[in-house]
């Protein structure tokens, strides 16, 4: 499913027998194309809720292309006995990178000073851009991609600040970053950045009273799922420049692009059509570790990367630092 005319040698070279179907197929239209698959490889854009999934018969492999699998009804498929892998890092260092290059193009003007050349005025005035070095940038949640920011943005001489359920260390050893509560972490940073995935409970994390607690003239980066922010209280925001820009590669009506009209094209607001994933090693490394997730399946091993939803237990004040030797 979903695999763009570029990559579909890639696919084919390993598996010749392999049928490819568009990524728009939703319900009946879905049905039909994978009524007779047993393993389906697909990506975020295509959901396999229950209704689906009751209706295919053959499939005992469902390998998602992605990190996230929000997309598909684990408990349908648990039910049905279909296993289901997902690729856990195929690229965290793409998406940090294009945190920074959000940050780097919109607060050193490179698109209008681009603009302005091609133009013909080569002229600086009214260009005046942004450093980074002493910020400090916030990151909620420090995952595999949260932990790449962290040392992007140590690189670059900031500040940095956490909000976790659980602490890395060495984020604390070697970049000397700091777990802060979440209420600290919007009041003190100059950039924040989610890297969370989209659950029930982290919907609309920032909303209108997270955006009430922002430093005055905040800097949000969202590269991990729309539905983390509150889109209306987020126009609202810039609206009365309680945030000076919003650098989005992902929105949360992205199906319905009407309705983030007036949030996208704000004269502070830089919008990106969900490529953060979409580099040339991350593709790549994402082809590669769900056709390791088939083989694995088809010699009659439990994959590697099998989803399990996970079972935590984790209270941060309770940490202790273990002794060191």
């Known amino acids: 499913m979903d695999v763009e005319p570029a990559d579909r040698p890639l696919v084919s070279k390993r598996f010749p027998e392999a049928i490819f179907a568009d990524a728009s197929l939703r319900d009946e239209a879905l049905i039909d194309a994978c009524r007779d698959a ?21 499939l005992k492999l469902l390998c998602t292309r992605s990190v996230g699998y929000e997309h598909i009804d684990l408990a349908a498929c648990s039910e049905r006995g279909i296993l289901v892998t997902n690729v856990p890092d195929y690229g965290s260092h793409v998406i ?5 290059a959000l940050l780097l193009s919109t607060l050193r003007h490179v698109p209008e000073g681009s603009a302005r050349v091609h133009g013909g005025t080569f002229d600086y005035h009214g260009l005046r851009g942004m450093a980074l070095r002493g910020k400090t940038i916030g990151i909620l949640g420090t995952g595999r991609i949260g932990r790449k920011v962290a040392q992007i943005a140590h690189g670059f001489g900031m500040k940095i ?4 359920r659980c602490r890395t260390l060495e984020l604390e050893d070697l970049l000397n970053a700091r777990y802060v509560p979440f209420e600290e972490l919007l009041r003190e940073s100059d950039i924040i950045t989610p890297h969370i995935p989209a659950l029930p409970e982290t919907e609309h994390l920032i909303d209108a009273k997270a955006f009430k607690q922002m430093k005055r003239g905040a800097i949000l980066v969202n590269t991990a799922r729309g539905s983390l922010i509150d889109s209306h209280a987020l126009l609202e925001a810039l609206q009365n420049e309680t945030v000076a820009y919003a650098l989005l ?20 607001v830089t919008t990106t059509p969900h490529i953060a994933f979409y580099a040339d090693d991350s593709m790549r490394a994402m082809f590669l570790d769900c056709f390791a997730s088939i083989e694995q399946w088809r010699e009659g091993k439990t994959p590697e990367h099998l989803v399990k939803p996970p079972t935590i237990v984790c209270d941060l004040p309770a940490v202790r630092q273990p002794q060191r030797i």
């Open 96 to 100: 940090a990178e294009h945190v920074f």
């Open 249 to 268: 590669d992902v929105l949360e009506h992205e199906q319905n692009f009407e309705e983030n009209k007036e949030l996208v094209t704000h004269p502070h």
């Open 161 to 164: 600040l956490c909000t976790d």
């Open 38 to 58: 047993d393993v389906i490889s697909t990506f975020i854009t295509t959901p396999f809720p229950r209704s689906v999934i009751q209706k295919l018969p053959n």
